[in-house]
């Protein structure tokens, strides 16, 4: 099996916005997001069914996908954080959140979105919400 575009990102051959890893999972900024903010939390392991992860990787990723959902939810002034659990357009297992700043807009109403955002917008994005998480992390420790 070819490498996904998810795993080359977390191997560091294709660039991306990092705004989290550990052992088990990384979070990036969508290229194309659909909203501001939209991340995407992906395991290492490259897998392309939610339901085949095993129960420990599955746990970690939503347990991750929280902690990225309140950083949002403060960086970026979000009324609302949604979460899609794919595997389908990149064959590599991931949970897409979208910090929503207009809950009377239905998700379905954006998606798909389309359009690349550029490095510039990712890495203000990217400040805000690693600056959010951060404060996350030192109010929990």
């Known amino acids: ?13 294709v660039p991306a916005h990092f705004l989290y890893e550990d052992d088990h999972c990384v979070v990036i900024l969508d290229r194309f997001p ?5 991340s995407l939390v992906i395991p290492k392991k ?3 069914y ?5 129960d ?3 746990l970690h990723l939503f347990k991750v996908a929280k902690r990225i959902a309140k950083a ?3 960086a970026l002034n979000a009324q609302r954080t949604c979460l899609v659990v794919e595997g389908f357009d990149v064959p590599h297992v991931h949970i897409k959140i979208y910090p929503m700043q207009d809950t009377k807009q ?10 690349e955002a550029t490095d510039e917008e990712l890495a203000i994005v990217a400040t805000q919400l690693i600056a959010a998480i ?6 929990s420790a």
Do not use: C, H, W
Not at 106 to 115: D, F, S, T, V, Y
């Open 56 to 58: 420990d990787t599955y």
């Open 72 to 74: 949002s939810d403060t």
């Open 106 to 115: 239905a998700l379905g109403e954006i998606l798909p979105n389309g359009k």
């Open 46 to 48: 490259e897998m392309d």
């Open 1 to 13: 099996m070819s490498e996904s575009i998810f795993t080359k990102i977390i191997k560091r051959k």
């Open 34 to 38: 659909a909203v501001k903010g939209q």
């Open 50 to 54: 939610a339901f085949d992860l095993d």
């Open 134 to 139: 951060d404060n996350l992390e030192e109010e």
